[in-house]
């Protein structure tokens, strides 16, 4: 029963990212851009005869995705995965499906591996319910026997009998997901791999989602289960793997990584970001750390945009250990500032005072936008430790996340008013 | 759990296993096939109609200019509308599975993305549509050698051959579009130019038997006049004789773009999930 059905072994995933390389000029005389030009041209024709990868700019460098994995997954576990954006947990789960080579390292799995997609992957809207199923069972890796052996409990679980035979594109968006999950759901192998599924669709869905993948668990199947939502996370999970810029930062049982998680940069009030290049971006995230000891949250987000943002919106949202969202505020909420030009880069600023929470740690993420659509969002990249000090660590422990005062008084009956 | 089932991901394993995954997934293969034709046909009235017409007009308008116009002669005493469509035919087969292979990973573009399977599936799928577009074009020959009461000889057997070879002659340059098309998508641009070009740079709308004696060798390294000539000798019988040196050349030519094709798609393939 406890035999290992995953087994990573030094597993490292490195990418090559190009560079433009700046030469401490001033300026940039166009004789240097032809030349440089010609050279990057040169080396282009001779990748792509040959067949190798071809990078922009001019200075390639090695980035490693995953550095020297190391772990075992026994069968029937449910294994957590956890991490902030980019600590590498798609790539892992894209080594992990053979979607992506690693570099070096090895994995030895024994069992079929199949991925719960993102919603509707693979579906066709010209073809009928009962076409996309087949399509959608061969594409996850069934055999037309088996998807025709199980085509009746598919149609069943999905509630969609009366309409198989009309294209998916008439279909309302409640019986597209059901459809596509059901397949999925169908699909029996000995390895499940879940990425964010359950970031769309509705509670109910989400609901459905997590029964199913409860149930798959106490079949004995393994899940590998990657999510922002710790609520889930600890609710599925047995045992969990948190990463950190490629590395394994700590194993063990979910609660105590999710602890670790949660509790990982406390000290730290900043946090850098790579600005992507056109489009706007979130560059730093710095939070008062002294302001923090009183319930006051001081929160500056650094931004970068190719065009003025009018006005330059940001968010927060502050998470609890336990993954549920416990209070949020963007700039969205309130009325409408406008800067007459807008601004290219700058700083936004959010000040929450007395914050109403219990004393304890808590995650935020943060999202910039401007009045019409969202930019970029950093999930959980700050800790927050609001109400406790380093004089004074421990406070008695409240009910839920609100601290409200209340008054309570004790008399006899007899003198009530 | 047997030690059949257990797999082992390393830096470069997957080359090994490569074609034995690819047998493995066939059934994707059918599968992804029978999509396309499935979308193709989906409204059935137009999909039909479209592969009618499309070789009709373009016989009938290369038959007034070559024929009737520019009084080219035709092979023997083969009508000259017949010796238009016996080129068409073949033509049309290489340069729909051409264009169908070359923009396939782009547009499965979130399956690539997403899901494991080797890619060779992809391209040769989209192939099997142009396939059938062949055979519904196939019925208006049917009915033209009925019209001009034209017998092929016994050499009409052999017309399976040039069908697989229009297909390789397609596939070889389609994997290696395709998987540049990857990167950079300016590459889609090549093929409707190449598409265009070549109907009229191939022996399409007149008999590569004008094509001057010392020329003719040459004009072999268009794939196509290969498979266009041995269209003709299939279908039209005698009139029409293959010029031995040429053909084998073009042969060559195809067997060189196939193992090109195939051996730069194999390369590139493992950053498609990385790119796309």
């Known amino acids: 029963m406890a035999d290992v059905v995953i087994k990573s072994e030094h597993l490292s995933k490195s990418y090559l990212i190009g560079h433009q390389r700046s030469e401490g000029k001033r300026y940039v005389a166009l004789r240097d851009v032809l030349a440089r030009n010609a050279r990057n041209l040169a080396r282009k024709t001779r990748d792509m005869v040959t067949g190798r990868a071809v990078l922009q700019g001019d200075e390639v460098e090695e980035f490693w995705a995953l550095k020297d994995i190391n772990f075992e997954v026994k069968e029937g576990e449910v294994l957590g995965i956890i991490g902030r954006n980019g600590a590498g947990k798609s790539t892992l789960l894209k080594v992990l499906s053979r979607i992506t080579e690693p570099t070096e390292g090895r994995v030895t799995i024994r069992g079929r591996v199949a991925s719960l997609l993102e919603v509707g992957t693979g579906f066709h809207p010209e073809l009928t319910g009962r076409e996309n199923i087949y399509l959608n069972g061969s ?6 026997a088996e998807i025709r052996r199980k085509f009746d409990e598919i149609v069943a679980f999905a509630e969609v009998e009366r309409f198989l035979d009309t294209p998916v594109k008439r279909y309302s968006s409640g019986m597209y997901v059901r459809l596509a999950f059901a397949v999925a759901a169908h699909l029996e192998p000995e390895i499940l791999v879940v990425d964010e599924v359950l970031a769309v669709g509705d509670a109910e869905f989400q609901k459905k989602c997590l029964g199913k993948m409860s149930e798959v668990s106490r079949q004995g199947r393994t899940v590998l289960f990657v999510s922002h939502n710790m609520a889930a996370v600890r609710a599925l999970a047995t045992r969990g793997i948190l990463l950190a810029n490629g590395g394994i930062a700590g194993t063990g049982s979910i609660d105590q990584v999710i602890t670790h998680y949660i509790g990982l940069g406390a ?21 008062d750390q002294q302001a923090l000891v009183s319930n006051n949250l001081d929160l500056k987000i650094f931004f970068s945009s190719p065009w003025p943002l009018k006005p330059p919106i940001g968010g927060v949202i502050l998470r609890a250990a336990s993954g549920e969202n416990v209070w949020g505020s963007n700039g969205r909420f309130h009325e409408r500032i406008d800067q007459g030009q807008g601004l290219c880069s700058g700083v936004i600023q959010c000040a929450a005072r ?9 995650v935020a993420s943060i999202w910039l936008a401007d009045w019409h659509q969202n930019y970029d969002e950093k999930i959980d990249v700050l800790s927050v430790r609001l109400g406790m000090s380093e004089s004074n660590p421990q406070r008695p422990n409240g009910i839920g996340f ?4 209340a008054v309570w008084r004790a008399h006899s009956e007899d003198s009530v008013i | 759990m047997s030690d059949s089932r257990t797999l082992v991901i390393a830096p470069g394993l997957a080359e090994r296993q490569y074609w034995r995954d690819l047998w493995r997934y066939r059934e994707l293969f059918y599968v992804l096939a029978w999509r396309d034709v499935a979308v193709r046909y989906k409204q059935t009235i137009i999909g039909l109609a479209w592969a009618l017409i499309q070789p009709l007009l373009t016989m009938v308008l290369f038959t007034v200019v070559f024929g009737k116009v520019a009084k080219l002669p035709s092979e023997g005493n083969a009508p000259y ?11 049309q087969l290489f340069s729909t599975s051409l264009t169908g292979a070359s923009g396939s990973l782009i547009a499965n573009s979130s399956l690539i993305s997403k899901v494991y399977f080797p890619r060779l599936v992809v391209p040769t799928a989209a192939v099997a549509v142009a396939f059938v577009d062949f055979l519904v074009s196939f019925a208006i020959l049917v009915g033209l050698m009925i019209w001009y009461a034209w017998l092929p000889g016994w050499q009409v057997v052999t017309l399976p051959l040039f069908v697989v070879m229009a297909f390789l002659a397609s596939l070889g340059p389609g994997l290696w579009i395709t998987a540049l098309n990857v990167k950079y998508r300016d590459f889609r641009y090549v093929i409707p130019f190449l598409v265009q070009f070549g109907l009229y740079a191939s022996p399409v709308g007149f008999s590569s038997g004008i094509i001057p004696a010392q020329w003719r060798f040459w004009y072999s390294l268009n794939p196509t006049v290969g498979v266009i000539d ?12 293959i010029y031995m040196p040429g053909f084998l050349l073009s042969w060559g030519v195809i067997a060189f773009f196939l193992w090109l094709g195939i051996r730069q798609f194999r390369k590139m393939e493992k950053s498609f999930a990385d790119l796309i």
């Open chain 1, 402 to 405: 609100l601290e409200w005062p």
């Open chain 2, 230 to 241: 041995g269209f003709r000798w299939a279908l039209l019988g005698g009139e029409s004789a």
């Open chain 1, 139 to 144: 594409i996850l890796g069934m055999g037309r």
């Open chain 1, 267 to 287: 000290q730290s009030s900043t946090v850098d970001f790579v600005a992507q290049r056109g489009r706007p971006t979130i560059v730093k995230v710095s939070v």
């Open chain 1, 354 to 362: 007395n914050l109403p929470l219990e004393p304890g740690d808590y």
């Open chain 2, 81 to 91: 509308a017949l010796l238009v469509y016996a080129g068409l035919l073949p033509w």
